[in-house]
């Protein structure tokens, strides 16, 4: 059983459009991180959400915390190629980082 | 910009034989995580140590994988021996102490390896 439930798996999408990206879970975690990986490449921390409700913009990035800290959603406004990549999650808990299976995101131009 | 370095980035080696991995973590950093990434699993924690001592090795069959730091500028993940089943790619990632909850991973590009 996956901790932490990421939908969709796979997403491929034009240019200029709008997404939002789930990352579910019947646990409660102290805090979440979102990270993007690129092709031969390790992961990079995007944000770090810690208290419930939370919303965090990094540009056209917007990121919500669940208030019961058990889900977020990574939402993308008008997607550009550049932002083509696995998005993980992670979940902190009981002092172990958790990692979801990612969506991998295809920004078609 | 400082960065996780990750030794060799590919690996091709046949059953039985043993493989050893390097990480040389950021200066300064006193976490250090090593994972696994496959299609079908996703990014699996095999190991963390901090300030070199090692503190969960749950993920990790004991049985064939060790992980040790000999010093606070090296890490290895060896596997002795390698099956096909270990094909992966193995990250290292470094970071400050996780007991603040919100402290950054800082990863490496990878070790690709491929058992025959």
């Known amino acids: 059983t996956q901790l932490l439930e990421q939908s969709p798996q796979f997403l491929s999408i034009q240019e200029g459009e709008n997404l939002t990206v789930y990352c579910n879970s019947s646990?409660?975690?102290?805090?979440l991180q979102w990270y993007r990986q690129e092709p031969g490449e390790g992961p990079v921390l995007l944000v770090t959400v810690v208290t419930g409700g939370e919303v965090k913009k990094l540009k056209r990035l917007t990121f919500q915390f669940g208030d019961a800290r058990k889900d977020s959603s990574l939402h993308i406004t008008a997607a550009q190629p550049g932002d083509t990549g696995l998005y993980l999650c992670a979940g902190n808990r009981d002092d172990k980082i958790i990692f979801g299976k990612g969506t991998r995101l295809h920004i078609l131009p | 910009d400082a960065r996780v370095t990750q030794t060799p980035r590919h690996k091709v080696t046949e059953m039985g034989q043993e493989v050893t991995m390097r990480c040389q973590p950021i200066l300064g950093h006193n976490t250090v995580f090593w994972y696994r990434q496959t299609m079908m699993q996703g990014l699996e924690l095999l190991a963390y140590f901090r300030n070199r001592a090692p503190l969960d090795d749950s993920g990790m069959p004991k049985d064939r994988f060790s992980a040790e730091m000999p010093d606070a500028t090296l890490a290895t993940l060896k596997i002795q021996p390698s099956e096909p089943r270990d094909s992966a790619v193995y990250f290292c990632?470094?970071?400050?102490?996780?007991?603040?909850?919100?402290?950054?991973?800082?990863f490496g590009d990878g070790t690709r390896l491929s058992i025959l």
């Open positions: 646990s409660v975690f102290s805090s």
């Open positions: 990632a470094s970071g400050l102490d996780r007991r603040e909850s919100n402290q950054p991973q800082h």
